[in-house]
């Protein structure tokens, strides 16, 4: 995950807009959102 992140955080550090990072947040956070029920449904 550490070189995933790094990955991430160089190429944001390097986008000229603000369009990008909000656009990638809005994903992660999505693809969060829709991940966390079914690993509690995996864990039990």
């Known amino acids: 995950m550490t070189?995933?992140?790094?990955g991430i955080g160089?190429?944001?550090g390097k986008a000229k807009g603000m369009?990008?990072?909000i656009l990638l947040c809005f994903?992660?956070?999505a693809l969060i959102?829709?991940?966390e029920p079914d690993l509690q449904?995996?864990?039990e």
């Not at 070189?3 to 790094?6: E, H």
């Open 3 to 6: 070189p995933m992140g790094q």
């Open 10 to 12: 160089a190429s944001l």
């Open 19 to 21: 369009a990008l990072p």
């Open 27 to 29: 994903v992660l956070g």
């Open 33 to 35: 959102t829709v991940a």
């Open 41 to 43: 449904v995996l864990a």
